[in-house]
């Protein structure tokens, strides 16, 4: 499920550009975009 403990993760990452574990949309970098991405799964099951 997503949740809180996922947008921490994101938070921690922010402004990463490689390697990056929060990297919710495959660009190689943790932004706005991810956070975005989060939000709009926020509650819901991960398959």
């Not at 921490?8 to 991405?37: I, K, P, W």
């Amino acid at each position: 499920m997503v949740t809180v403990s996922d947008i921490l993760a994101a938070l921690s990452e922010f402004g990463c550009t490689s390697g990056c574990t929060a990297d919710v949309n495959g660009d190689d970098q943790v932004t706005v975009s991810d956070f975005l991405e989060i939000l709009s799964l926020y509650g819901e099951f991960c398959n």
